[in-house]
């Protein structure tokens, strides 16, 4: 995959150089960093590799960031707070917490996703970066994340938090909400199931800790925990019918890798089979969600 060219943010103070790092009131740092491609949301191409399509995240899959938006009260954004937005995809909890009047600057590594991000809310500064290098110069007042720490990869994980850490203020603030363990595990159980049947092997593209696992990750990082919590949130799916089969090849591309694409089909149709007893009613699919949220502050 080509290096995709960073999208035209609208504020020409949050442009940065190929080899530049952005500040926290989101001008240029002439120091180093790196980190600039990939359609991936996360750190990790080859363990997650999912392709985002911008038009049918928004359309068929706007419980993720609607979700978020309840997020935002353990953040308590204020005015002219510094507000890093990590993984914020296209922008709509970026928009949001600016409403409390927050300078806020969203990160992403996809540029589709950005593009979007800066065509709705062309106010607002989105810069393509990686989260294992995230090319930041430190002063943020606080630092937010939904539904994106996931999807990097376990052995990433400590890089992404220092990194964050390095990138906050004294006292500065992590507010985050990712999946934690046993999210989706139904899913994963009947498309792993599946899969062996035809012979296939699989694994988890994504990251879900445990409280104590991601508590001990953000300690060692230099963040003083301060609140977290694991819990069961059953989340209703867009479609109908569709809504699970929408679900996987929205998110599941690291699950079919193997699968060539003539036979997806078939397994879309056995995991529905496998998992509607369990999570299809009243005409529509409940994913068996469990998030993990956390509030963390460097001393």
């Known amino acids: 995959m080509t290096d995709p060219e960073r999208p035209e943010t609208g504020h020409d103070d949050a442009e940065i150089a190929g080899n530049g790092r952005i500040s926290a009131d989101g001008g240029n740092d002439d120091e180093a960093g790196d980190g600039w491609d990939s359609e991936t949301r996360g750190g990790s191409d080859a363990e997650a590799g999912n392709v985002w399509d911008a038009d049918e995240y928004d359309g068929d899959h706007s419980f993720v960031y609607e979700y978020g938006a ?11 707070e510094r507000i890093l937005d990590l993984g914020c995809g296209t922008g709509h909890l970026t928009a949001q917490v600016a409403e409390s009047g927050a300078h806020v ?11 979007t991000a800066s065509g709705s809310h062309p106010e607002h ?25 996931h999807w990097i990869d376990a052995t990433d994980q ?36 599946e899969l062996g049947r035809r012979g296939y092997e699989t694994g988890t593209p994504w990251y879900f800790p445990s409280i104590g696992e991601y508590a001990t990750r953000l300690e060692r990082a230099g963040f003083e925990v301060r609140h977290a919590r694991l819990f069961d949130r059953p989340t ?15 998110f599941g591309d690291g699950l ?7 036979e997806r089909e078939g397994v879309y149709r056995a995991v529905e ?13 409940i994913a068996d969600y469990r998030r993990l949220r956390f509030l963390a502050v460097r001393p």
Not at 105 to 115: F, I, K, P, Q
Not at 256 to 262: C, G, N, Q
Not at 275 to 281: C, K, V
């Open 70 to 80: 309840d997020l935002l009260g353990l953040l308590e954004p204020a005015p002219e």
């Open 105 to 115: 600057v969203g990160v992403d590594r996809s540029a589709s996703m950005l593009e």
């Open 125 to 149: 500064p989105f810069v393509v970066a990686d989260a294992r290098a995230l090319p930041l110069a430190s002063g943020f007042d606080a630092a937010f994340s939904n539904a994106a720490l």
């Open 158 to 193: 400590d890089a992404v938090l220092a990194g964050v850490h390095d990138s906050l203020a004294p006292e500065g603030r992590f507010v985050g909400e990712l999946g934690g363990l046993g999210n989706v595990g139904a899913i994963v159980d009947a498309v792993g199931a």
């Open 236 to 250: 209703p799916l867009e479609d109908g019918e569709d809504g699970l089969r929408n679900w996987l090849e929205m």
């Open 256 to 262: 079919f890798a193997a699968v060539p694409a003539d």
């Open 273 to 285: 089979d496998r998992l509607r007893p369990t999570l299809y009613g009243d005409a529509r699919w």
